[in-house]
């Protein structure tokens, strides 16, 4: 059996990402998630950045979320880039807001500030030889990691890379570099 990405497009950046995977993995089937049959025979699924309360409501709604825990706990590969990471924390910080609960973190959402202080920095993750150029956006920073959850990369001290077995948590969004090794590195999970 082929590789068979779902990304999840209820709202967000989702487009860029399947970009990313048909560059590094160009005979995948890419799924757009949308509903809960949708979630069926995929091997990889990444949650992409957007709004975590609206999407946080769509899951709920309309039975994607529990779909989602599901296939978690059968063993897929899920990723979340920014908003995806918040919503795959088991904790955010001062908000009550829907969550998958996928990933043992506290979260804290726009920790370096609005959209106008976006920006890029080059950074070492673990699990990739050359550091990356990272750019983030309205970025979260995890606050708190369970004890099985590996802490990949920092940033001033801030944790924004995490991965928890076959869960992986970007603070950053590498879908809007040309730089594909991170998406390859995330589809050689099985």
Known sequence: ???????????????????????????????????????????????????????????????LGEAIQNAAKAGLPIWGTCMGMIMMASSVAGRDQYSLNLLD????????????????????????????????????????????????ATINDKVVAVRQGNRLGTSFHPELTDDTRLHEWFLSWS
């Open 105 to 152: 973190i506290t979260v804290e959402r726009n920790a370096f500030g609005a959209q106008v202080h976006s920006f890029e920095e080059e950074m070492q993750i673990t699990g990739l030889h050359e550091p990356l150029m990272a750019v983030f956006i309205r970025a979260p920073i995890v606050t708190e990691v369970g004890e099985e959850v590996e802490v990949l």
């Open 1 to 63: 059996m082929g590789i068979h990405v779902g990304v999840l497009a209820v709202q967000g950046d989702f487009e860029k990402h399947i970009k990313a995977v048909r560059k590094c993995q160009p005979k995948a089937q890419i799924t757009e998630v949308r509903t809960p049959e949708q979630m069926d025979g995929l091997t990889h699924l990444i949650i992409p950045g957007g709004e975590s309360t609206t999407v946080g409501l769509l899951l709920e709604r309309y039975g």
